[in-house]
Protein backbone atom coordinates (compact mmCIF):
# COMPACT_ATOMS: atom_id res chain seq x y z
CA UNK A 1 0.00 0.00 0.00
CA UNK A 2 2.89 2.10 1.36
CA UNK A 3 4.65 1.68 -2.50
CA UNK A 4 1.31 2.38 -3.98
CA UNK A 5 0.32 5.37 -2.47
CA UNK A 6 4.02 6.84 -3.37
CA UNK A 7 3.84 6.09 -6.70
CA UNK A 8 0.16 8.05 -7.04
CA UNK A 9 2.05 11.01 -5.23
CA UNK A 10 4.96 11.01 -7.92
CA UNK A 11 2.73 11.02 -10.91
CA UNK A 12 -0.01 13.59 -9.47
CA UNK A 13 3.17 15.51 -8.78
CA UNK A 14 4.28 15.46 -12.18
CA UNK A 15 0.64 16.00 -13.65
CA UNK A 16 1.19 19.20 -11.34
CA UNK A 17 4.05 20.20 -12.62
CA UNK A 18 3.56 19.75 -16.42
CA UNK A 19 0.23 21.79 -15.66
CA UNK A 20 2.39 24.45 -13.93
CA UNK A 21 4.97 24.66 -16.91
CA UNK A 22 1.98 24.85 -19.75
CA UNK A 23 0.17 27.73 -17.37
CA UNK A 24 3.83 29.62 -18.35
CA UNK A 25 3.19 28.86 -22.12
CA UNK A 26 1.45 32.34 -23.66
CA UNK A 27 0.81 33.39 -26.84
CA UNK A 28 -0.07 36.51 -27.40
CA UNK A 29 -1.32 38.48 -30.80
CA UNK A 30 -1.34 42.80 -30.96
CA UNK A 31 -1.02 44.97 -33.57
CA UNK A 32 0.94 48.24 -33.36
CA UNK A 33 -1.78 50.49 -34.98
CA UNK A 34 -6.13 49.18 -34.26
CA UNK A 35 -6.89 52.16 -36.18
CA UNK A 36 -5.73 52.88 -40.02
CA UNK A 37 -7.28 54.90 -43.08
CA UNK A 38 -7.39 52.92 -46.30
CA UNK A 39 -4.51 50.99 -48.00
CA UNK A 40 -2.36 52.03 -44.99
CA UNK A 41 -0.35 48.88 -43.34
CA UNK A 42 0.14 48.08 -40.31
CA UNK A 43 1.88 45.52 -38.12
CA UNK A 44 0.27 42.28 -36.65
CA UNK A 45 2.66 40.76 -34.04
CA UNK A 46 2.39 36.68 -33.15
CA UNK A 47 4.59 36.11 -29.82
CA UNK A 48 4.91 33.32 -27.40
CA UNK A 49 6.78 32.50 -24.02
CA UNK A 50 7.73 28.85 -23.55
CA UNK A 51 10.32 27.30 -21.48
CA UNK A 52 13.81 27.04 -23.54
CA UNK A 53 13.00 22.86 -23.17
CA UNK A 54 9.51 23.24 -25.19
CA UNK A 55 9.59 22.95 -29.38
CA UNK A 56 7.21 25.31 -30.66
CA UNK A 57 5.68 25.36 -34.47
CA UNK A 58 4.16 28.81 -35.42
CA UNK A 59 1.18 29.01 -37.43
CA UNK A 60 0.83 29.34 -41.06
CA UNK A 61 -0.70 32.86 -41.68
CA UNK A 62 -2.88 32.74 -45.52
CA UNK A 63 -1.61 35.62 -47.66
CA UNK A 64 -5.58 37.29 -46.85
CA UNK A 65 -7.40 37.02 -43.22
CA UNK A 66 -11.49 37.73 -42.52
CA UNK A 67 -12.46 36.33 -46.07
CA UNK A 68 -9.84 38.74 -48.03
CA UNK A 69 -10.90 41.84 -46.54
CA UNK A 70 -7.40 42.04 -44.44
CA UNK A 71 -4.30 41.65 -47.14
CA UNK A 72 -1.00 40.38 -45.86
CA UNK A 73 1.93 42.14 -47.74
CA UNK A 74 4.73 40.70 -46.59
CA UNK A 75 6.33 38.45 -43.23
CA UNK A 76 9.16 38.89 -41.17
CA UNK A 77 11.68 35.77 -39.95
CA UNK A 78 11.20 34.68 -36.06
CA UNK A 79 12.96 36.64 -33.65
CA UNK A 80 14.17 35.15 -30.56
CA UNK A 81 14.84 36.62 -26.95
CA UNK A 82 15.41 35.96 -23.39
CA UNK A 83 13.07 36.55 -21.62
CA UNK A 84 12.97 37.64 -17.63
CA UNK A 85 13.40 34.31 -16.58
CA UNK A 86 16.37 32.67 -17.20
CA UNK A 87 14.81 29.31 -18.21
CA UNK A 88 12.49 30.99 -20.62
CA UNK A 89 12.58 32.64 -24.02
CA UNK A 90 10.08 34.51 -26.01
CA UNK A 91 9.59 34.55 -30.06
CA UNK A 92 7.82 36.84 -31.76
CA UNK A 93 6.77 37.12 -35.65
CA UNK A 94 5.96 40.13 -37.57
CA UNK A 95 3.57 40.25 -40.48
CA UNK A 96 2.52 43.45 -42.87
CA UNK A 97 -0.83 44.04 -43.43
CA UNK A 98 -3.68 46.32 -45.22
CA UNK A 99 -6.87 46.64 -46.21
CA UNK A 100 -8.81 48.37 -49.12
CA UNK A 101 -12.52 48.38 -47.79
CA UNK A 102 -13.39 50.45 -44.46
CA UNK A 103 -14.68 48.66 -41.52
CA UNK A 104 -14.00 46.98 -38.45
CA UNK A 105 -12.70 43.51 -39.32
CA UNK A 106 -11.52 40.35 -36.64
CA UNK A 107 -8.34 38.68 -37.02
CA UNK A 108 -9.02 35.47 -35.39
CA UNK A 109 -6.77 33.42 -32.81
CA UNK A 110 -4.02 31.64 -34.18
CA UNK A 111 -2.90 28.08 -33.05
CA UNK A 112 1.03 27.49 -32.22
CA UNK A 113 1.98 23.95 -32.09
CA UNK A 114 4.31 23.07 -28.98
CA UNK A 115 5.98 19.73 -27.84
CA UNK A 116 6.62 18.97 -24.40
CA UNK A 117 8.95 16.15 -23.97
CA UNK A 118 7.30 14.21 -27.13
CA UNK A 119 3.49 15.72 -25.51
CA UNK A 120 1.98 17.74 -28.54
CA UNK A 121 -0.32 20.29 -27.54
CA UNK A 122 -1.76 23.33 -29.28
CA UNK A 123 -2.03 27.21 -27.59
CA UNK A 124 -3.80 29.71 -29.12
CA UNK A 125 -3.33 33.48 -28.96
CA UNK A 126 -6.09 36.07 -28.47
CA UNK A 127 -7.80 37.60 -31.30
CA UNK A 128 -7.14 41.26 -32.43
CA UNK A 129 -9.65 43.79 -34.10
CA UNK A 130 -8.43 46.10 -37.18
CA UNK A 131 -11.05 49.35 -37.67
CA UNK A 132 -10.10 50.52 -41.51
CA UNK A 133 -11.69 54.73 -42.18
CA UNK A 134 -12.21 55.95 -45.04
CA UNK A 135 -10.96 59.30 -45.83
CA UNK A 136 -13.97 62.18 -45.03
CA UNK A 137 -14.95 64.21 -47.48
CA UNK A 138 -16.71 67.58 -46.51
CA UNK A 139 -19.23 68.58 -48.34
CA UNK A 140 -20.43 71.12 -47.17
CA UNK A 141 -17.95 74.12 -48.67
CA UNK A 142 -18.93 72.70 -52.31
CA UNK A 143 -15.95 72.06 -54.75
CA UNK A 144 -12.47 74.17 -53.90
CA UNK A 145 -9.58 75.20 -56.16
CA UNK A 146 -6.15 72.50 -56.56
CA UNK A 147 -3.74 74.29 -54.74
CA UNK A 148 -0.80 74.30 -56.84
CA UNK A 149 2.58 72.80 -55.56
CA UNK A 150 4.78 75.08 -53.11
CA UNK A 151 8.38 75.56 -54.15
CA UNK A 152 10.35 73.30 -51.62
CA UNK A 153 13.86 75.03 -50.04
CA UNK A 154 16.95 73.40 -52.04
CA UNK A 155 18.90 71.01 -50.26
CA UNK A 156 22.59 70.19 -49.81
CA UNK A 157 21.95 67.02 -51.18
CA UNK A 158 20.53 68.33 -54.46
CA UNK A 159 23.23 70.80 -55.31
CA UNK A 160 25.85 68.98 -54.39
CA UNK A 161 26.40 67.36 -58.04
CA UNK A 162 26.36 71.26 -59.43
CA UNK A 163 28.87 72.10 -57.14
CA UNK A 164 31.01 68.85 -57.73
CA UNK A 165 30.31 69.36 -61.59
CA UNK A 166 31.49 73.48 -61.77
CA UNK A 167 34.33 72.01 -59.54
CA UNK A 168 35.40 69.14 -62.31
CA UNK A 169 35.25 71.41 -65.00
CA UNK A 170 37.44 74.00 -63.35
CA UNK A 171 39.79 71.59 -62.50
CA UNK A 172 39.80 70.30 -67.10
CA UNK A 173 40.44 73.93 -67.79
CA UNK A 174 43.30 74.75 -65.45
CA UNK A 175 45.24 71.45 -66.57
CA UNK A 176 43.88 72.17 -70.33
CA UNK A 177 46.04 75.44 -69.89
CA UNK A 178 48.96 74.11 -67.38
CA UNK A 179 49.53 71.99 -69.89
CA UNK A 180 49.85 74.10 -73.13
CA UNK A 181 51.99 76.78 -71.14
CA UNK A 182 54.48 73.63 -70.57
CA UNK A 183 54.68 72.59 -73.39
CA UNK A 184 55.34 75.91 -75.08
CA UNK A 185 58.49 76.24 -72.95
CA UNK A 186 59.46 72.35 -73.60
CA UNK A 187 59.03 71.43 -70.22
CA UNK A 188 57.36 67.62 -69.15
CA UNK A 189 53.77 68.49 -67.64
CA UNK A 190 54.79 66.35 -64.39
CA UNK A 191 57.98 66.94 -62.96
CA UNK A 192 59.73 65.35 -59.92
CA UNK A 193 60.80 68.39 -57.60
CA UNK A 194 64.72 68.57 -57.69
CA UNK A 195 66.49 66.43 -55.03
CA UNK A 196 68.21 69.18 -52.45
CA UNK A 197 71.54 69.38 -53.06
CA UNK A 198 74.14 67.74 -50.65
CA UNK A 199 77.03 69.97 -49.56
CA UNK A 200 80.05 69.74 -51.08
CA UNK A 201 81.82 67.88 -48.18
CA UNK A 202 80.05 65.33 -48.08
CA UNK A 203 80.31 64.44 -52.20
CA UNK A 204 84.10 64.80 -51.75
CA UNK A 205 84.38 62.61 -48.69
CA UNK A 206 81.85 59.62 -49.94
CA UNK A 207 83.83 59.69 -53.52
CA UNK A 208 87.31 60.02 -51.03
CA UNK A 209 85.53 56.46 -49.35
CA UNK A 210 84.83 54.45 -52.55
CA UNK A 211 88.61 55.78 -53.83
CA UNK A 212 89.78 54.19 -50.22
CA UNK A 213 88.16 50.61 -50.42
CA UNK A 214 89.01 50.02 -53.84
CA UNK A 215 92.48 50.90 -53.56
CA UNK A 216 93.45 50.50 -57.10
CA UNK A 217 97.16 52.00 -56.93
CA UNK A 218 97.75 48.79 -55.25
CA UNK A 219 96.56 46.84 -58.12
CA UNK A 220 98.99 48.73 -60.89
CA UNK A 221 96.54 51.39 -61.55
CA UNK A 222 98.43 54.15 -60.64
CA UNK A 223 97.49 57.02 -62.86
CA UNK A 224 93.95 56.08 -62.53
CA UNK A 225 94.02 56.62 -58.87
CA UNK A 226 95.88 59.82 -59.14
CA UNK A 227 93.23 60.71 -62.09
CA UNK A 228 90.03 60.20 -59.70
CA UNK A 229 91.64 61.24 -56.98
CA UNK A 230 91.94 64.88 -58.04
CA UNK A 231 88.76 65.20 -59.93
CA UNK A 232 87.13 64.61 -56.54
CA UNK A 233 88.98 67.39 -55.31
CA UNK A 234 88.66 69.45 -57.91
CA UNK A 235 84.30 69.07 -57.57
CA UNK A 236 85.17 69.67 -54.09
CA UNK A 237 87.05 73.17 -54.87
CA UNK A 238 84.77 74.48 -57.38
CA UNK A 239 81.36 73.54 -55.31
CA UNK A 240 82.96 74.65 -52.20
CA UNK A 241 85.62 77.73 -52.79
CA UNK A 242 83.70 79.03 -56.48
CA UNK A 243 87.02 78.05 -58.09
CA UNK A 244 86.49 77.14 -61.75
CA UNK A 245 89.20 73.86 -60.70
CA UNK A 246 87.79 71.27 -63.17
CA UNK A 247 88.94 73.85 -66.28
CA UNK A 248 92.22 74.69 -64.43
CA UNK A 249 95.17 73.06 -64.47
CA UNK A 250 97.69 72.64 -60.97
CA UNK A 251 99.12 76.10 -60.85
CA UNK A 252 96.10 77.76 -61.81
CA UNK A 253 94.34 76.25 -59.29
CA UNK A 254 97.27 77.07 -56.94
CA UNK A 255 97.27 81.00 -57.99
CA UNK A 256 93.97 81.50 -57.50
CA UNK A 257 94.35 80.27 -54.24
CA UNK A 258 97.13 82.54 -53.79
CA UNK A 259 95.11 85.45 -55.14
CA UNK A 260 92.90 84.46 -51.85
CA UNK A 261 95.22 83.92 -48.72
CA UNK A 262 91.63 84.38 -46.95
CA UNK A 263 90.21 80.69 -48.11
CA UNK A 264 92.87 78.33 -47.17
CA UNK A 265 95.82 78.10 -43.92
CA UNK A 266 99.29 77.29 -44.88
CA UNK A 267 99.17 73.92 -44.13
CA UNK A 268 95.64 73.14 -46.37
CA UNK A 269 97.74 74.77 -49.62
CA UNK A 270 100.75 72.67 -48.51
CA UNK A 271 98.81 69.23 -48.46
CA UNK A 272 97.05 70.74 -51.82
CA UNK A 273 99.73 71.31 -54.21
CA UNK A 274 101.43 67.68 -52.61
CA UNK A 275 98.46 65.93 -54.21
CA UNK A 276 98.16 68.13 -57.11
CA UNK A 277 101.94 68.32 -57.92
CA UNK A 278 102.58 64.20 -57.73
CA UNK A 279 99.42 63.40 -59.67
CA UNK A 280 100.53 65.52 -62.21
CA UNK A 281 103.92 64.00 -62.17
CA UNK A 282 101.98 60.15 -62.03
CA UNK A 283 99.93 61.15 -65.13
CA UNK A 284 102.16 62.98 -67.62
CA UNK A 285 105.98 62.35 -66.64
CA UNK A 286 105.36 59.05 -66.10
CA UNK A 287 106.48 59.07 -62.40
CA UNK A 288 106.02 55.66 -60.15
CA UNK A 289 105.34 57.10 -56.39
CA UNK A 290 106.42 55.46 -53.75
CA UNK A 291 103.49 53.30 -51.67
CA UNK A 292 103.87 56.44 -48.82
CA UNK A 293 103.01 58.89 -51.37
CA UNK A 294 99.88 56.89 -52.85
CA UNK A 295 99.19 56.65 -49.03
CA UNK A 296 99.71 60.48 -47.97
CA UNK A 297 97.85 61.69 -51.09
CA UNK A 298 94.94 60.41 -49.91
CA UNK A 299 95.35 61.05 -46.30
CA UNK A 300 95.94 64.79 -47.50
CA UNK A 301 92.84 64.79 -49.51
CA UNK A 302 90.73 63.54 -46.53
CA UNK A 303 92.39 66.26 -44.06
CA UNK A 304 92.13 69.29 -47.13
CA UNK A 305 88.16 68.50 -46.94
CA UNK A 306 87.64 68.36 -43.66
CA UNK A 307 89.46 71.10 -42.81
CA UNK A 308 88.27 73.48 -45.67
CA UNK A 309 84.89 72.65 -45.36
CA UNK A 310 81.86 75.22 -44.23
CA UNK A 311 82.16 76.71 -40.86
CA UNK A 312 78.42 75.84 -39.98
CA UNK A 313 79.17 72.13 -40.64
CA UNK A 314 81.98 72.32 -38.37
CA UNK A 315 80.67 73.82 -35.27
CA UNK A 316 80.05 71.66 -32.28
CA UNK A 317 76.12 70.68 -32.12
CA UNK A 318 74.00 71.85 -29.38
CA UNK A 319 76.51 74.32 -27.53
CA UNK A 320 75.88 77.09 -29.89
CA UNK A 321 78.94 78.72 -28.52
CA UNK A 322 80.66 78.98 -32.39
CA UNK A 323 84.20 77.07 -31.27
CA UNK A 324 84.91 74.95 -34.42
CA UNK A 325 86.01 72.13 -33.99
CA UNK A 326 90.15 71.15 -33.20
CA UNK A 327 92.59 69.32 -35.27
CA UNK A 328 92.34 66.63 -32.46
CA UNK A 329 88.78 65.82 -33.31
CA UNK A 330 89.20 65.21 -36.71
CA UNK A 331 88.94 61.03 -37.84
CA UNK A 332 92.41 59.99 -38.75
CA UNK A 333 92.38 57.82 -41.50
CA UNK A 334 94.63 54.73 -42.14
CA UNK A 335 95.57 53.31 -45.30
CA UNK A 336 96.72 49.70 -45.44
Known amino acids: MKLRLKIILILFAAVLAGQAQAQRIKATASLDSANILIGDQVKLFLEIEHPKSVSVEFPQVPDSINGGLIEVLGR ?136 KAEKIWQKGKTKQYYSELTDALRIYIEDRFAIRAMEQVTDEILDSFRAQKNLLSDKNFANLSQILQVADLVKFAKYTPLPDDDNLSLVNAYFFVNETKKEEQKKVEGKGTGEEKNDDNIEEVEIK
Open 76 to 211: SGIDTFEADDEKFMKQIQAYTITSFDSGSYRIPPYWFKINMDGNIDSVPSNGVTLNVYSMQIDTTKGPTDIKMPYGAPLTLKEVTPYILGVILIGAIIFFLLYSIKRKKKNKPIFARPPKPKQPAHVVALRELDRI
